[in-house]
């Protein structure tokens, strides 16, 4: 019974621990594109003015679209396998996201073959097009982004358990909503700056009130998702619930909370 106990221990961290990183390093890749959330809902741009100077949309990196899996699955390991099983997972996701982004940057100065110039190098349009430049202006970031986004990645993340492990200790198992939410919107709110800071203010050109007008634009987004998405958490707790079975997961939680899982 042990063994087989131990094994869904360890098939459900392997399968969370596989949902962060996918999503997370798919995020930094993709991160790269701006897109307008209000064009995109049909809706016209809101055009705020902040301090009296910037003029600010809801044009956000496409990566924000899948970073709530992240927040929800945080919360979850956070949950049944304590602040040691996200901290595992979160150092081995930063080393992963260098990792890619170091790969990017020895691909990039590949000298491209000449066919595979010559069969893109026209759009289906007949213009003319750089299929080598078109590749590097995608996949290559600034080394000031790089820094920011894996600073605040793991600064969020630490932010992040510690919060809920306090908020844990108020409610005890009860409340999920209110642990998982507040360290959320607590995390988050300093990832929204921190990362904007590194990459534009101190490697960039940007100004103090320009990262605080558009670090709002973010947070307001993430506070809206992380209240959004409370349900699919009750979800996947449910989920996880009956597929460990009830006296499972009662005790994983316990030991999570007193910082004591298999991990």
Do not use: C
Request: aromatic content about 14%.
């Amino acid at each position: 019974m042990k063994s087989v106990q131990q094994n869904r221990k360890i098939n459900l961290f392997i399968i969370l621990a596989s949902i962060f990183l996918t999503n997370a390093i798919l995020a930094e890749i993709i991160g790269v594109k701006i897109f307008s959330a209000e064009k995109t809902l049909g809706f016209e741009p809101v055009n705020w003015s902040f301090f009296g100077q910037y003029i600010l949309d809801f044009n956000l990196t496409a990566g924000v679209i899948i970073w709530p899996v992240v927040f929800i699955t945080t919360d979850i390991i956070n949950e049944y396998f304590g602040k040691k099983g996200v901290r595992k997972i979160s150092f081995i996701t930063a080393g992963l996201i260098a990792y890619v982004f170091l790969v990017i940057s020895v691909v990039t100065v590949l000298t491209p073959a000449d066919f595979w110039l010559e069969v893109n190098a026209k759009t289906p349009t007949g213009e003319n097009f750089d299929i080598s430049y078109a590749f590097n202006s995608i996949f290559r970031q600034g080394l000031g982004i790089i820094i920011g986004s894996l600073t605040a990645f793991l600064i969020g993340q630490l932010i992040d358990v510690y919060v809920f492990q306090k908020l844990r200790k108020v409610t005890g198992q009860k409340m999920i909503w209110l642990r998982a939410t507040g360290s959320t919107l607590v995390s988050q709110f300093i990832d929204s700056f921190v990362v904007l800071g590194i990459a534009f203010y101190v490697f960039g050109n940007w100004s103090i009130s320009q990262i605080i007008a558009v670090g709002i634009i973010n947070y307001v987004y993430k506070f809206s998702v992380a209240v959004l998405l409370t349900p699919l958490l009750y979800l996947g707790h449910g989920l996880i619930d009956r597929y460990l079975g009830e006296e499972l997961a009662e005790e994983m939680v316990k030991e999570a909370s007193g910082d004591r899982s298999f991990l």
